[in-house]
Nanobody
């Protein structure tokens, strides 16, 4: 059974930084793409960043491009999201997810989801 556990959320002032981590277990981590998504109250879930199985291809939403960076460590079965220059509009619950394939930007292809971690950015 695949399990994903996020950590690293919290409250930060605008312009600050946070680093989210996601620990995965239950299947061969290096075979599958991973993604970070977020959902703010009253809004639809948004794809933030995805990374392929080997870590050499990434995708970012326009809203975070140049500020966020996704990475993975296949030896430690972890994926991280470094978030810099945070803005109040980045406030949301952030989820990591495990894809069914090596790389995809299609949300429907993400099969397993963590419980989420809250990120709050004050102005």
């Amino acid at each position: 059974q695949v399990q994903l556990v996020e950590s690293g959320g919290g409250l930060v002032q605008a312009g600050g930084s946070l680093r989210l981590s996601c620990a995965a277990s239950g299947r061969t981590f290096s075979n599958y793409g991973m993604g970070w998504f977020r959902q703010a109250p009253g809004k639809e879930r948004e794809r933030v960043a995805v990374i392929n199985h080997s870590g050499d291809s990434t995708y970012y939403a326009d809203s975070v491009k140049g500020r966020f960076a996704v990475s993975r460590d296949n030896d430690k079965n972890t994926v991280s999201l470094q978030m810099n220059s945070l803005r109040p509009e980045d406030t949301a619950v952030y989820y990591c997810a495990d894809a069914r394939v090596k790389f995809t930007t299609a949300t429907r292809m993400y099969e397993y989801w963590g419980q989420g971690t809250q990120v709050s950015v004050s102005s």
